[in-house]
């Protein structure tokens, strides 16, 4: 126990003496969750038109400043001709164009003919969408206030409620997807290097040849990387609570146990990265490169497992970080109980099951 | 030139002699590129629906039959509790709840209005918002279905509204998501090639090697930057054409001038790198120093949200984010086709970007160790 001891300490010396890598480690987290608080975001808000008005009368021009006056447009431009729409689209600043026909107010007042196109650039087709929607609505909410239509001659009204999230903040978005993210890439990255390290400088037989069993080092490589997490963790939900007024609405104490049960898998797959890896490079291709991206996109953290197609659903179900989510989720959120989630858990367990049992078998290989 | 050309010599020998890495280098990539362009989507076509129609009327059952015969809905019913409906939302097996309260029918032919609620799953705010929108859609389309009974004629207002979406009038999002995780994976490729690359001969002390050879430093960090940006053409090229293969990815502008703008990106890029790599100590310090940068860069890059809903401050950092520009102009020349006049003030930048970046870094190379 006194030798185990005194290796955790020598792996604690190697982690706190590089001043640059604890920076990073306790920075990403921070850094992540103020990126997705106040940038990622989704709103229409200053998007750039163009305006080809062949009327230039009493309602076109109300229109238009109706649109430029709600802070979702601004006027970059008046066209004389529509030949260069697709000119003024390549340039990459006006994102649509609104062409009003002719004799527009004449046209409205008379037989109800008036006509105006919104054309968009569809490139980003979510945006063109949102974009047409927002402008068709103020403009058919213009013209029912000008022909004073308050109501339709039947008219049935959606009310819709945005359960678990009414203003649709997306703090219940990315804080789960953060800690998944976070604690998965850099428990995996850390202890996959730090034990190809050892094998490439060659140290890793010192460390064989001394009396501290195979499993001891192992246990001793990653016990100050389970610390490490949790205040990890802990910044994220921290941060998540104060800063964003994320509600946990479930039991502190099981999220944190999850936490714990999903670092432990993370650094299992990182040593059994590190048993496949013969050396630094390897290992860290495999942990950064191969985990980031699909546990960015196939976890359900920024786009709903529920849309991609089956045989990515497929492949979805072996990722951990999606399992974590749905429990962190769970937790913080609906305030669920352990009985919500024990499928979950059970099969991060087993998750971390199968990569301590794969990298003992390996490790044994090795020694031979 | 002679001596460039034999550096680049020993780094392709390197590079192909490692059979654990090669395969990694090509096959990772191809492999995300095909399945995350597939995961990267935010059309929403399974929709779980659980339907608590209390009114049980001719007309709520028409409206109902709605969602049920759109593809984009897995109509289910729930009885009539809506507390029981709930727990479907809870559990995660409905993302929207259908309420016909009682009345509904009545209140319709009496009263000429009437309400319904639908109650959405709202965790993810992206997928509830469009939720919204397309449920909301059906229910206007019911709603004109009924107008045009009563009135025997469609109802309208004065002025028609018509939309038209150039570029990508079926709104297919994989053509937009697939230049974008490209960029991505070109990046990273070459940004931890040419950073874990020099990093390891100084911890190997292979480095000490080179330097006391006559081989001058804009030579060394030529050398050790044209290999990588070979690779990353390599991936470029593989990954347009498997665009075109199984994605339908138009190409609208010129390779020409995509090449030309990757050719100016990658030297900022392998830069930042190669500037990385030479103020770092050892393989774990570079390592997370890129992590941090990676994904601090990819998340501001525009790749999932527009950069101009950023706030102000966040689209100043973005100057500095080669994601950026890349992000931005590769969708411009590959979906809109748009030519080196479009492209010149993001050009301009990243020259400059290239410049300062190549410096710092042949200056914080030093010889001495």
Redesign the interface.
């Known amino acids: 126990m006194k030798r185990f001891l005194a290796f955790v300490q020598k792996e604690l010396q190697h982690i706190f003496r590089d001043t640059r890598t604890m920076l990073i480690l306790f920075g990403i987290p921070v850094a992540q969750i103020l990126i997705f608080g106040y940038v990622i975001k989704n709103d229409i808000k200053d998007v750039h038109i163009a305006v080809y008005d062949q009327s230039k009368d009493e309602y076109t021009q109300k229109i238009t400043s109706k649109l430029t006056s709600s802070g979702y447009f601004i006027l970059n431009r008046e066209l004389s001709d529509m030949n260069n729409i697709d000119r003024i689209f390549k340039e990459g600043e006006v994102k649509m164009v609104v062409v009003y026909g002719n004799d527009f107010s004449k046209k409205m007042n008379g037989r109800g003919d008036a006509s105006v196109q919104l054309l968009t650039d569809a490139t980003d087709p979510n945006r063109a969408n949102l974009i047409t929607n927002y402008s068709g609505a103020i403009i058919r909410n213009f013209v029912r206030e000008e022909f004073h239509i308050d109501k339709l001659p039947v008219e049935i009204n959606a009310k819709t409620r945005m359960q678990y999230n009414a203003n649709l903040a997306n703090v219940f978005m990315f804080v789960p997807g953060t800690m998944a993210l976070i604690l998965m890439l850099v428990s995996a990255m850390m202890t996959s290097i730090s034990i190809a390290r050892e094998k490439e400088l060659g140290t890793m037989e010192n460390l064989l040849v001394s009396p501290l069993r195979p499993a001891q080092i192992v246990i001793g490589k990653v016990t100050p990387y389970v610390f490490l997490s949790v205040i990890n963790a802990i910044t994220i939900l921290v941060l998540g609570v104060f800063v964003f007024g994320l509600p946990i609405r479930g039991s502190l104490t099981l999220l944190m146990l999850e936490s714990i049960l999903f670092i432990i898998l993370s650094l299992s797959l990182g040593i059994f990265i590190s048993t496949m890896s013969p050396n630094q490079q390897v290992a860290m291709f495999i942990s950064l490169f191969a985990l980031m991206l699909p546990t960015l996109l196939l976890s359900g953290f920024i786009f709903p497992v529920e849309n991609i197609p089956a045989f990515l659903q497929w492949l979805s179900v072996i990722m951990p970080p999606k399992y974590f989510i749905i429990i962190l989720k769970n937790i913080m959120l609906k305030g669920a109980g352990f009985a919500f989630v024990w499928k979950e858990t059970l099969v991060l367990a087993g998750m971390t099951l199968v990569f301590i049992i794969l990298s003992v078998k390996k490790f044994k290989l090795r020694l031979e | 030139m002679r001596t460039i050309g034999f550096l680049i010599q020993k780094e392709f020998i390197q590079i192909f002699r490692n059979k ?2 090669l395969p ?1 280098i090509f096959a ?1 990539p191809v492999v ?1 590129l095909v ?2 362009v ?9 929709i ?1 629906m659980t339907v608590v129609d209390i009114d049980r009327s001719v007309t709520s059952r028409e409206m109902i039959r709605k969602f049920e015969g759109s593809p984009f809905y897995n109509v289910k019913a729930a009885g009539l509790s809506l507390e029981h409906a ?1 727990r479907n ?4 097996s409905a ?1 929207i709840i259908f309420y016909l309260p009682q009345g509904f029918e009545r209140d ?1 032919s009496e009263r ?19 939720i ?2 397309y ?2 859609a059906i ?1 206007t389309d ?2 004109n279905q ?2 045009f009974n ?2 025997g004629q469609k ?15 079926q ?3 994989n053509i ?1 998501m697939l230049p974008g ?1 490209l960029v ?2 070109v990046t ?2 070459g940004v ?1 090639l040419t950073a ?1 690359n020099i990093v ?1 001969e100084k ?1 190997l002390g292979t480095i000490e090697q080179l330097n006391v050879t006559p081989i001058k430093k804009y030579q060394f960090i030529t050398g050790k930057m044209i290999p990588f940006m070979v690779i990353a053409f390599v991936e470029l090229a593989i990954g347009l054409v498997i665009g075109h293969l199984f994605f339908d990815l138009p190409m609208e502008g010129s390779y020409g001038v995509l090449f030309l703008f990757t050719f100016i990106y990658l030297l900022v890029a392998l830069g930042f790198g190669l500037f990385l790599s030479a103020i ?2 050892n ?3 570079v ?6 940068f ?3 860069f990819i ?2 890059s525009g790749i ?3 950069t ?4 102000e401050w ?1 689209q100043a950092v973005n100057v500095i984010n080669p994601f950026a520009y890349f992000m ?1 102009v590769i ?2 020349i590959i ?5 080196l006049a ?1 492209i010149q003030s993001e050009i301009y930048s990243l020259l400059l970007y290239a410049a300062i970046i190549l410096s710092l870094a042949i200056w914080r190379y030093k010889k001495v160790s």
Do not use: C, H, W
């Open positions: 654990t890495m990694l990772l995300q399945i995350l597939n995961a990267a989507t935010l059309e929403m076509d399974q779980d709930e939302l809870k559990d995660n993302d319709l000429d209005e009437a309400d319904v609620q639908l109650l959405i799953n709202a965790i993810n705010s992206m997928s509830a918002g469009l919204d929108a449920t909301t229910i019911f709603n009924l107008l009563r009135l109802f309208e207002l004065p002025v028609e509204i018509r939309a038209r979406y150039y570029f990508n009038p709104l297919d999002y937009y995780i991505i994976l990273i490729i931890f874990i390891r911890e770092s100590d393989q774990q310090q390592m997370f120093v890129v992590f941090f990676l994904l601090t998340l501001m999932f949200t527009p101009e809903s950023m706030p966040a931005k969708r411009m979906l809109k086709g748009s030519g479009d």
